[in-house]
Every structure is written in C-alpha cells, then in structure tokens.
Antibody, heavy 119, light 110 residues
C-alpha cells in the first residue's frame, strides 16, 4: 500500500521560503511510471494544482505561481520536496502531496500539512 | 490557467440522483479524456472516485458515474445517501502538460 506523508514547518514568515517534504512508502519516486505532485487548499477554499516532478527530475508548474515554486526529488530517501519563495498571507493553505498516475489522476494523497504565513 | 467551472452547490434528497457539471475548454476537458473526480469530506484529503472520464477505482460505489460531452464533464450520484454529503472536485489534464482543478461543488443531502 502506497503512503505519502508531508512534513515541514507549520508557520512561515512573509517574504521567506516555504519548504515541505513528502516521504513516500510502498512506492518509488524514481519508478518512471508515476508523477509526484503538490496541491494546496487555502482555508475554506478549493484545490489548486501547484506542480509535479517525474523521472529524470523534469518538472511542470502552475503558471499562476510565477516561478516561485520549485519541486525536487531525493531518490536516496524516496522523498520529493516543494519550495515556495517570497510567500505572503495568500499562500496560507493546507499543502498536499499526491501521486499522479500516467493517466493524470491522483490515486494516493498525503494527509495534508497546514502552513500559515504570518509574522 | 483558469479553474474549471463547477456549480458552487448542489442538493438532493436521499435516494434521488444529482449531477455536477465541470466546464472547461477545448484545451483541457474537451481535448483529453483525462478528467477525474474527487470527493472530499471536511478535514480529510480528497479521494479519487472517477478517472478517465467514466472509470471507477476499485472499491468506489457504482452509484458514482461520470461522462463527458464537448467541453463539459459531469459526475452523477444516484441513490443519494447521507454519506455522500461532501465537496466534489473535477480535474483535467491540459494541452500545456499541466493539471487544472475545478472550482468545487458542495453537495448537501436534504
């Protein structure tokens, strides 16, 4: 059974960089079959796609994030990470990591990690 | 990229059928059969209930069904039950090799 677990600080100051890590068990981030993705959900609002990474480290991002997002992977630890720079209060959200299949649907999700941007 | 358009809320009585629409463009919903639907209960992670427009993952009730016509995909819940009360989101692959979510629909069981 595949499991994903987000980890990272719950509070980040404005203008700093938000950093989250997703640890994968029961599957491999280097399998070349799946994509590994980040999604966020501001409190009381809908889901927003952030981006994904797939084998060889190739990435795609939501254009609305204006190049602030960076997704990377650490195959030795079977993890992938999100860095979001220059955060503001609008980046306050529950951040989910999820596995994206080759047919572009999310079959496994982490439980979510609430990140609050505040001084 | 713009979010796919869903009705903000849909309601129905137990046993009834309801349908949630998800409208995009020819660059996303209309251009690919990679539309999926997710159910989200409060405080929980979303759960996949439909993929590739109309396929159900193992373990998902057959009361959930999906379809697509042109740029609009639809999720139908038949035999509505109290446990179906949740938020529902569609998502689609896009011609830019990205994903886009719908605006979300709150389903209320009366």
């Amino acid at each position: 059974q595949v499991q994903l677990q987000e980890s990272g600080p719950g509070l980040v100051k404005p203008s700093e960089t938000l950093s989250l890590t997703c640890t994968v068990s029961g599957g491999s981030v280097s399998s070349g079959i799946h994509y590994w993705s980040w999604i966020r959900q501001p409190p009381g609002k809908g889901l927003e796609w952030i981006g994904y990474i797939y084998y060889s480290g190739s990435t795609k991002y939501n254009p609305s994030l204006k190049s602030r997002a960076t997704i990377s992977e650490d195959t030795s630890k079977n993890q992938f990470s999100l860095n979001l720079s220059s955060v503001t209060a609008a980046d306050t959200a529950v951040y989910y990591c999820a596995r994206l299949t080759g047919y572009f649907h999310y079959d496994y999700w982490g439980q979510g990690n609430l990140v609050t941007v505040s001084s | 990229q713009s979010a796919l358009t869903q009705p903000a809320s849909v309601s129905g009585s137990p046993g009834q059928s309801i349908t949630i629409s998800c409208t995009g463009t020819s660059s996303d919903v209309g251009g690919f059969d990679y539309v999926s639907w997710y159910q989200q209960h409060p405080g929980k992670a979303p759960k996949l209930i439909i993929y590739d427009v109309s396929n159900r993952p193992s373990g998902v009730s057959n009361r959930f069904s999906g379809s697509k016509s042109g740029n609009t995909a639809s999720l139908t819940i038949s035999g509505l039950q109290a446990e179906d009360e949740a938020d529902y989101y569609c998502t689609s692959y896009t011609s830019s090799d990205t994903l886009v979510f719908g605006t979300g629909t709150k389903v209320t069981v009366l």
